[in-house]
């Protein structure tokens, strides 16, 4: 068994993992370093796919997705297709503790966070236009669009349906594999005390609107006191059918070790022959920790704990 306090987060992203830890080492609970840890990570763009700057949709903007889940209480906050606002986690965590709401979407998110007295600003930055600029000359290709016409390889649209057997097109892309993706972070405190959740700006040209796995409960995270914790990434369009870390929490309920129910969760999406990429990570209430991953060739996590006192990264083969 482990020593707590516990920090592990996916990929490495470990200047998150540090400032997680740094929170708890000066008394922070498990939400003040989950908080810490993500917000970290919106701070520095990680990998540009987390925070501001990053991912912009199919009209340039870029927009968020969080989620704070607490094993203590079972409660949660979360924000998803957030606009013009920074600190997802942050806002995330006021839902939690300042409503008895799990979840608010979109402009009114925005308009919730401001009344919190967090600010409005672009999250577009030169990077993250430019990126879009690029794929508009590229004829806003890859996409998400099926059985629509014109071709959008062709044209940005505007498209017309038809019908569902006679596909024009279907984009062959989703996720930029290279890119290492949203931050989901589980913390267990020196009380054994659990807490999961999820910072991310989504897909890379994303139809507006489009909110993924991150900031739904049992998909981007979840969490029991009695049991665990798991946090998800990858392709969220998919693994959001399959709530992984509630399946991954579930197993361990039962009594699988972490990294079999990381194992089980995975395996439950290849099974179906989808096309996906993705990592799940879960740690039991006792401190054991594993994860496992698909449709790449391996997946890195970062962990620190007392016992080891040093944040590490470790990889998983996928
Ligand atoms: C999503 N799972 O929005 C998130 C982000 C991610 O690859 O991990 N993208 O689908």
Known sequence: AQS????????????????????????????????????????????????????PDESGETTLDALMFDGLT????????LRRI???????RRVLEHTSHSL????????????????????????SLSIWKKWKENHCQPNFW???????RQSCGPYHLVGPNSVYYNSPYHFNKQNHDTIGMIIIDKNQNIAAGTSTNGATHKIPGRVGDSPIPGAGAYGDNDVGAAVATGDGDIMMRFLPS?????????GTP????????????VSKNL?????????????????????MSEFPYSVIASDINKVTVKTVKC
């Open 246 to 254: 509630f399946l991954a929490v579930e197993e361990m309920r039962r």
């Open 74 to 81: 079972m409660s949660m906050g979360a924000v998803a297709g």
């Open 146 to 152: 099926k059985n629509v016409y014109p071709d959008p």
């Open 275 to 295: 096309e996906f990429f993705g990592g799940v990570v879960a740690v039991n209430r006792n401190g054991e920790y594993g994860a496992a991953c698909s449709g």
């Open 104 to 127: 608010l979407v979109g402009s009114l998110a925005t308009e919730f966070a401001k009344r919190m007295g967090f600010k409005e600003e672009l999250l577009e930055t030169h990077k």
């Open 4 to 55: 707590f306090p516990l920090v592990i987060n996916t990929w490495n992203f470990t200047e998150a993992t540090k400032a997680a830890w740094k929170e708890l080492k000066s008394g922070g609970d498990r939400l003040d370093a989950l908080e810490a840890g993500c917000s970290q990570c919106e701070i520095l763009q990680c990998d540009g796919t987390v925070g501001y700057g990053g991912s």
């Open 86 to 92: 920074k600190h997802a986690i942050s806002v995330a």
């Open 258 to 269: 972490p990294l079999e129910a990381a194992q089980i969760a995975i395996n439950r999406i």
